[in-house]
């Protein structure tokens, strides 16, 4: 799976707010309290993981181009 730039500054910029999440999910599951930090690590790893598995609405407009130009230009065949 390759990232171009601007999704790895989207990457970088998430894990900038997960990666403090995650760690006090640990610091919780280390004192004994189970819930809360297993909650703060589901919410650090969905921080990371929802955007890539959801369609947001600026990305419709991609999508809609990539459609249509994938609809008009064929890839041609290369047997010869």
């Known amino acids: 799976m390759r990232l171009g730039i601007m999704e790895m500054v989207g990457l970088a910029a998430t894990l900038i707010f997960a990666i ?3 760690g006090f ?3 919780l599951l280390a004192d004994g309290r189970t819930a809360f930090g297993g ?3 589901l ?6 993981a929802l955007p890539k598995f959801l369609t947001m609405p600026q990305d419709l407009p991609s999508l809609a181009a990539e459609k ?3 609809g008009v230009a064929k890839e041609p065949d290369n047997e010869e």
């Open 20 to 22: 403090p999440v995650g």
């Open 25 to 27: 999910g640990l610091t």
């Open 39 to 41: 909650a703060m690590l």
């Open 43 to 48: 919410l650090a790893v969905l921080m990371v």
């Open 68 to 70: 249509v130009v994938g």
